[in-house]
Structures are given as C-alpha cells and as structure tokens.
C-alpha cells in the first residue's frame, strides 16, 4: 500500500491525529453558523473568499474557484447562481480568454466577505498553536500589534 506507515501508531499519535480533527472541525463548525447567522452558508461564504482571496487578481474562473473549493465545475457553476441571486458575484465573459467566465464580487459581496473574513481571522489566531497554518504571520493584524 502506498503511504503506509511503517509500523503501528501509539496512543500518543492516536491522540494528536484526534484532538487535530476536534479542532478543524470547530473551527468548521463556527464558520457554518457564523455564515448562517450573516445569511448565507459557509460554502457561500467560502466561493466569495476565494474569489476574493484569488491570488494576483480580484476575480476567479469557475474551474478556479472549483479547485480551491475541491468541488465538480457543475456543482460551483450552481453556486455561483445562488450566490448571483443573492447580489453577491456577478459574471464576466473572460477577457483573454472568451469562453471563460469571470466571477467577480458585487459591493454587497465585497462587505459580506470583509465582515465574515474578520471573524474567521479572530477565530484562526486562537487556533494558533493546533494548526500550521503557512502564512499565518500574514495574519496579524499589525495595527492591533498582535504577536504569534
């Protein structure tokens, strides 16, 4: 078998593999019902930080935002939809490329994502010393002065 460890897992290991998925699947949990109590799902909230997060541009294909969201183009082609009838992405033929779709962000979107991003930010830095994050020094907010 591929990726097989060579040998049994202790207790110990057993213990840290746990308290890992414990602590990703809170921080799972608050961004659904932070989302939810903002009105929209946390897979909405995700499309539009990915978007919004797209790095060197401020817009994302579908196939794009179907990788980062590890989903089928199909499914993210939906979601996009949704989240068009919500006022917060709009579409764009490709510029370079016409048979590409651009999503971009609405101004409605640009503050949901902003007013959701916030929240995950505080959430994350608690979460500093469960999860490697790469880039978390990017983080911190340097007006505030918080040290990692």
């Known amino acids: 078998m591929t990726g097989m460890a060579k040998g049994k897992l202790g207790k110990k290991e057993f213990?840290?593999?746990s308290h890992f998925r414990y602590q990703?699947?809170?921080?799972?949990?608050f961004s659904e019902?932070?989302?939810?109590?903002?009105g929209i799902t946390h897979?909405?909230?995700?499309?539009?930080?990915?978007?919004?997060?797209?790095?060197?541009r401020e817009w994302a294909t579908v196939g794009e935002l179907a990788e980062r969201l590890q989903s089928h183009h199909h499914g993210v082609v939906s979601l996009v939809s949704r989240c068009e009838k919500l006022g917060l992405?709009?579409?764009?033929?490709?510029k370079k490329d016409r048979r590409e779709v651009e999503v971009h962000l609405t101004s409605k979107g640009e503050e949901m994502v902003e007013n959701l991003a916030h929240l995950h930010h505080d959430e994350l830095l608690?979460?500093?010393g469960i999860f490697q994050v790469p880039g978390v020094y990017?983080?911190?907010?340097?007006?505030?002065?918080?040290?990692?």
């Open 43 to 56: 897979l909405q909230y995700l499309l539009l930080l990915h978007i919004r997060g797209f790095k060197g």
């Open 126 to 128: 608690k979460l500093q």
């Open 89 to 94: 992405v709009f579409r764009e033929r490709g």
């Open 33 to 38: 019902e932070v989302s939810c109590k903002h």
């Open 15 to 17: 213990e840290t593999l």
């Open 24 to 29: 990703l699947r809170c921080f799972l949990r």
């Open 138 to 148: 990017d983080l911190v907010l340097e007006d505030e002065g918080a040290k990692i």
